[in-house]
């Protein structure tokens, strides 16, 4: 028990943070721990899938056990008075800093990777673990700090797409041998590359494992990025990330075979991914290695930056310097 880093773990007391544009997660994240109005999730939610996965769930095996979301701030009072009252979440607070004393750890339910050090470091400096929603960061200087509190600090946080846990992929992150050799993986995905880019990498870095080379976005718009990836592996990877389009299946192609996989079950993803987290607060390992997170961001900034300097190919180990 020596390594726990909440004072009950049957009781744990947790505080999210949001919202972001297009992200809902403090209604379903909170519901997922505290279950939720039926009636107000479905006629109030702005977000119309949220009630959908969520009213499909049993209700005995809705929430995560031993943890509550007993505090909630939103960027806009009002947004944090409606997951209050969808999500059963008791305490409304006016700045983030309120949640310090009062709650186990946080949850950072926002998705813009610039944000995320700022709002992160009241908690940082309180010691409080933190869970923070994809991407980490989208940057190198917040890299930097990221890497600083974790490593050095040793500062308890973690952070991944609820991609990570997607049902459909995980037989692929144990074997892929029936394919072969891998030699091509795509995965079409929705919206910005600096938001959701880390849900198609995310999904397939399980799979193919670290050692990313190189990074070019050949986009020609903000709304367009046409990502290419190469892996020491001898893996071509490319995600292409476009604003309208809508996530499609992640392709893997050996040399002796093929599959496309689609994600369907978003619920299951996003528990997973949660119960992680409750595990690590009761634990204090984590569930997967920071490294993996690192590379992540690094390709995550790689496709900011190439795009940004007229699509030239980033050499990952430039990272590393």
Request: include cysteine.
């Amino acid at each position: 028990m020596k390594n726990v880093l909440v004072k009950d773990p049957e009781n744990i007391k947790l505080g999210i943070i949001g919202m972001t544009e297009g992200n809902g997660h403090p209604y379903s994240w909170s519901a997922i721990f505290n279950g939720y109005n039926q009636k107000l999730m479905t006629e109030e939610c702005p977000f119309a899938g949220i009630p959908v996965y969520l009213n499909k769930e049993p209700k005995d095996t809705l929430r995560i056990t031993g943890a509550n979301v007993t505090h909630v701030y939103c960027d806009n009072r009002s947004d944090a008075e409606k997951v209050s009252k969808c999500s059963l979440v008791p305490n409304v607070v006016d700045k983030p800093e309120d949640f310090i004393g009062k709650v186990d750890a946080v949850i950072i339910a926002t998705d813009i990777g610039s944000e995320h050090v700022r709002r992160a470091r009241p908690f940082v400096e309180a010691g409080l673990p933190i869970f923070i929603d994809k991407p980490l960061c989208d940057n190198r200087k917040d890299l930097e700090i990221f890497r600083k509190w974790i490593i050095e600090e040793k500062k308890p946080i973690l952070s991944s797409s609820g991609m990570r846990y997607a049902k459909e992929f995980k037989p692929y992150h144990l074997s892929t041998k029936e394919l072969g050799a891998l030699r091509f993986v795509s995965m079409p995905m929705a919206k910005k590359w600096e938001t959701y880019g880390i849900h198609a990498l995310e999904s397939l870095y399980p799979i193919v494992g670290p050692g990313f080379e190189t990074i070019q976005n050949l986009g020609t718009t903000p709304e367009r990025n046409i990502v290419h990836m190469t892996h020491k592996r001898g893996i071509d990877i490319v995600i292409a990330c476009v604003k309208d389009m809508q996530f499609g299946p992640l392709s893997l192609v050996g040399n002796a075979g093929n599959v496309s996989l689609v994600s369907g079950d978003t619920f299951y993803a996003f528990k997973a991914q949660l119960q992680a987290f409750v595990d690590f607060l009761r634990s204090g390992k984590y569930p997967f290695p920071f490294s993996e997170t690192d590379e992540l961001m690094r390709l995550v900034i790689g496709g900011v930056e190439s795009k940004n300097s007229h699509h030239k190919v980033i050499d990952l180990k430039e990272y590393d310097k």
